[in-house]
Nanobody, 125 residues
Framework: QVQLVESGGGLVQAGGSLRLSCAAS????????MGWYRQAPGKQRELVAT???????NYADSVKGRFTISRDNAKNTVCLQMNSLKPEDTAVYYC???????????????????WGQGTQVTVSS
């Protein structure tokens, strides 16, 4: 099994910063793409940022220039540095990882997406 655990959420004033972290653990063979998504009350979940195993990044237009995604492949972690936060950034943020795991034996593998439990980010005006 694979578990993703997010940390770093909280309450911050507009213009402030937060850093979210996500650590993957379990029977991991490799991790491909990783990313952050968010869901605000009354809205659908949306992509915030993604990063490939090679370090290529992609951002939603609403966060470009303010957020930075990074990863540490040796530690199976992904982070999201959020600067110049706005009230509209308020949401539950979810970590996502495309993980290849050992499947019943060390000689077999299985690939699928995993999600963290989510961490609340609240930006006050």
């Amino acid at each position: 099994q694979v578990q993703l655990v997010e940390s770093g959420g909280g309450l911050v004033q507009a213009g402030g910063s937060l850093r979210l972290s996500c650590a993957a653990s379990g029977s991991i063979f490799s991790i491909n793409d990783m990313g952050w998504y968010r869901q605000a009350p009354g809205k659908q979940r949306e992509l915030v940022a993604t990063i490939t195993s090679g370090g290529s990044t992609n951002y939603a237009d609403s966060v470009k220039g303010r957020f930075t995604i990074s990863r540490d492949n040796a530690k199976n972690t992904v982070c999201l540095q959020m600067n110049s936060l706005k009230p509209e950034d308020t949401a539950v943020y979810y970590c996502n990882a495309d993980v290849t795991t050992y499947y019943y034996s060390p000689s077999r593998t299985f690939r699928r997406d995993y999600w963290g439990q989510g961490t609340q980010v609240t930006v006050s005006s």
